[in-house]
């Protein structure tokens, strides 16, 4: 049998609010498989990010990694930046991982230099663009080079160059064997990586398979655009 990475069980989360933010998910990622979890805003990923990642415990059910321990890139950039200038804030999670000061400079170049973030490496990181934090945020992870790495709304603010960088380092991330859980809308900037896709709709779990058999479900229904729609024309340049 091949390794299991990740085991999400029967997982529940409901809010002390009564808000039920997920509903008994079950699903288990293989190491080196890279999947995509798809869903319109409110639908539970954040929350199974957070679970997934021991920030938050689920109501019900369980969630087990497998040797392996997660690398985040959270939703929200601001959130992630520890140090006052990216050098540093790359620094801060490379340290935790027993390197030596020479193997924590150069993993931290090396980031640098994978997310074209070299000539920022001295700057304020809070005063840094949407875009460039979220670039900071993928520096601080691959300098970490977690086993298992999962993006949350990975392109949300970055430009075209920035989402090909971040494109760029999954597929590298692919290649070197690592697992990959990308959780996002924006399917038509990622789907051809992903070897699985799932949807989440509204706390549940409502399609598990291959990409190529999720973009013949109807996608709408669940708040997701089929990616496969695309534009010829000027006229077709609304989402209406
Ligand atoms: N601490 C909390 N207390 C109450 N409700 C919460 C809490 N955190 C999240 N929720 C609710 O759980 C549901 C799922 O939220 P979540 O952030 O996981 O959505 P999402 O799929 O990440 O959406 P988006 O695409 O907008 O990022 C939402 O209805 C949200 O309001
Ligand atoms: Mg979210």
């Not at 992630?80 to 170049?109: H, M, W, Y």
């Not at 603010?157 to 959780?183: F, H, R, S, Y």
Request: charged share 25%.
């Amino acid at each position: 049998m091949e390794n299991i990475a990740l085991e999400v069980k029967n997982v529940g989360r409901t809010f002390a609010d009564g808000t039920v933010a997920l509903q008994d998910v079950t699903f288990s990622i293989r190491q080196g498989e890279f999947a995509v979890i798809a869903g319109s805003n409110g639908s539970g990923k954040s929350v199974l990010m957070s679970l997934i990642a021991g920030l938050d415990e689920p109501s019900s059910g369980s969630i087990t990694l497998h040797d392996c321990q997660a690398g985040l890139v959270f939703q929200e950039a601001d959130a992630q930046i520890l140090g006052e200038t990216p050098e540093e804030d790359i620094a801060f999670g490379a340290k935790n991982c027993d390197l030596s000061k020479q193997q924590v400079a150069e993993r931290v170049n090396f980031a640098l230099s994978e997310t074209g973030l070299t000539h920022k490496r001295s700057a304020y990181a809070r005063m840094l663009s949407g875009g460039e934090k979220r670039r900071l945020a993928v520096a601080g992870i691959l300098a970490m080079s977690r086993s298992l790495i999962i993006f949350d709304e990975p392109f949300a603010n970055l430009d075209w160059p920035g989402v090909q960088q971040v494109c760029a380092i999954m597929k590298q991330l692919k290649e070197e064997g690592k697992t990959v859980l990308v959780l996002t809308h924006e399917l038509e900037k990622v789907l051809a990586l992903a070897d699985r896709f799932m949807v989440l709709d509204k706390g549940q779990l409502v399609f598990d398979g291959t990409p190529a058999d999720g973009l013949k479900e109807n996608l709408e229904a669940w708040g997701i655009r089929n990616p496969l729609l695309a534009c010829r024309s000027i006229e077709e340049m609304v989402w209406l």
